[in-house]
């Protein structure tokens, strides 16, 4: 139980193109779901936080314009990099649970590569 | 704010033996839960074992056991009889109980795992 689906695993782009990363929790209904980014061979650090049918809440220095973060449903998330550059580049990785207190279960991410 | 310190870029254990990754962290709260993942070369992120504060008992799960010190704000993750499948990044985290409970990450521990 409680799979958590990253799509795609790997994209490859141009500059200035936008990208859609999908989050989806394959059986259980998450309220919550995180947004993170993990650069080669460093710690996994907050871009933002969902909960289903609101707005995101956004980490200190994470641009909201370039990074859109939908979660319009109980088992799906999206973020998208809006006219991405290669500085963009990195691991994106989402996370789900369930409600307050639950541990949060991951994705296998999605490498994103911007030429 | 909280942090998460992770003092070990790197351990190494021969199979069968026993490996204790190390972890501090730093929080005025008297609540909080603390994690230990591990990242496979596959990227994706799995719970190894997870610490609820109020607890005095120290969490295990199978061969993985933490020795938790709240005074000193210690968190370490001892691995026994290791298997060459443990090999992966481990990384502590943190979670307060209020607000967006996000996860606060360490740095990471590189383990290898030698047969």
């Known amino acids: 139980g409680a799979v958590v689906s990253q799509h795609p695993s790997w994209v490859i782009c141009k500059s200035g193109t936008s990208v859609k990363i999908e989050c989806r929790s394959l059986d259980f209904q998450a309220t919550t779901m995180f947004w993170y980014r993990q650069f080669p061979k460093q710690s996994l650090m907050l871009m933002a936080t969902s909960n289903e049918g609101s707005k995101a809440t956004y980490e200190q220095g994470v641009e909201k314009d370039k990074f859109l973060i939908n979660h319009a449903s109980l088992t799906l998330s999206t973020l998208t990099v809006t006219s991405a550059h290669p500085e963009d580049s990195s691991f994106y990785i989402c996370s789900a649970r369930t409600r307050d207190n639950q541990p949060q279960h991951f994705g296998d991410g999605t490498r994103l590569s911007i030429l | 704010a909280q942090t998460v310190t992770q003092s070990q870029p790197e351990m190494s254990v021969q199979e069968a033996e026993t490996v204790t990754l190390s972890c501090t962290y730093d929080t005025s709260e008297s609540d909080y839960y603390l994690f230990w993942y591990k990242q496979p070369p596959s990227r994706q992120m799995i719970l190894v074992i997870r610490?609820?504060?109020?607890?005095?008992q120290n969490a295990t799960e199978n061969r993985f056991s933490v020795n938790f010190q709240k005074a000193a704000k210690s968190f370490s993750l001892k691995i026994s009889d290791s298997q060459l499948g443990d090999a992966a990044m481990y990384f502590c985290a943190y979670r307060s109980p209020w607000g967006t409970d996000k996860l606060i990450f360490g740095t990471g521990t590189r383990l290898q795992v030698f047969p």
């Open positions: 610490q609820e504060a109020y607890k005095q």
